[in-house]
């Protein structure tokens, strides 16, 4: 008698079933927590440099996207990223001068870069998509932000200026957790696929 066996396709287009083991989800939780330290810690800067200049703060908020990236290559999962982005929040919004808005200020761009990653193939080590993830997450957390700007405020001049800080800060952002992910498996820290 000839069993029947169901398998389930992968998201990630790598594997036959895609679960999350002990392991990745702890390197979730660390970068997640390690986030929220970063979040909690220069929220109070953060909040001051928002008030001064909508563009400066958009060039410095790419600081929280890091290690939503960073988890995601490590681990080359696209779910990672927002999963990441998700436990941060969780653990800073008592923290944040967002509070709870820290939830769709983090998890939306961050679920928008990681659709990108799935729908350019996963490719982990191609510049150009990257480039593309960094613009997409660069675009949604863009549109959120036009809400906290004064509407007085609002010119051509600044929307553009924004836009460009936002895009040069989510592509910062992709470039150092690269450069994370190589120093951390030059140090022999490596996830076991």
Known sequence: MVKNETVTVDTEGTR???TWNSRELLIIGAFGALGA???ATASPATAAVALV??????LVAGIHFVL????G???QSWRAIPLTALFTAALAFPFSTLGLLLFPALGLPTLAAGLAVKMTGCRWQSPARWAIVAAVGAVVIFAISLVAIRPDLF?????VSVLAARLV???LAVVIA???VASLARAGVRVRR
């Not at 939503?68 to 988890?71: E, G």
């Not at 010119?155 to 929307?159: G, Q």
């Open 53 to 58: 200049s909508p563009v400066a703060y958009a």
């Open 178 to 180: 690269h450069l994370i």
């Open 16 to 18: 036959p079933s895609r």
């Open 68 to 71: 939503p990236f960073t988890a």
């Open 155 to 159: 010119s051509t001049a600044l929307l």
């Open 73 to 75: 290559i490590m681990l």
């Open 169 to 171: 800060s989510t592509g």
């Open 37 to 39: 330290v970063v979040t």
